[in-house]
């Protein structure tokens, strides 16, 4: 099993940034991609940025140019990186581990970006 823990969430005006990390304890030799979705009431959860154990990494038409998801190996983190921030960029932020019979969310932060 692997367990996430997110952090990194706050209220910032439009235009600045923020970043958010993800610490993955357990089987986490198990994990192919690391993935960060976010979700606002009422809505599905969206994939917002994706990044796979060969190195690929894929973003949301919305926030491409913007986000940029990295990793730590060492610390078993990963990280969005979250610059140019907009209104419509306020949600609850969710890290998720795919992987060999893995499929696991973090509990959320929340991220409020005011105009």
């Known amino acids: 099993q692997v367990r996430l823990v997110e952090s990194g969430g706050g209220v910032v005006q439009a235009g600045e940034s923020l970043r958010l990390s993800c610490a993955a304890s357990g089987s986490t030799a198990n994990i192919w991609a690391m993935d960060w979705y976010r979700q606002d009431p009422g809505k599905e959860r969206e994939l917002v940025a994706r990044?796979?154990?060969?190195?690929?990494?894929e973003y949301s038409d919305a926030v491409r140019g913007r986000f940029t998801i990295s990793r730590n190996n060492a610390r078993n983190q990963w990280y969005l990186q979250m610059n140019s921030l907009k209104p419509e960029d306020t949600s609850v932020y969710f890290c998720?581990?795919?992987?060999?019979?893995?499929?696991?969310w973090g509990q959320g932060t929340q991220v409020t970006v005011s105009s």
């Open positions: 990044f796979r154990i060969d190195g690929h990494k």
């Open positions: 998720h581990a795919a992987g060999r019979s893995l499929d696991t």
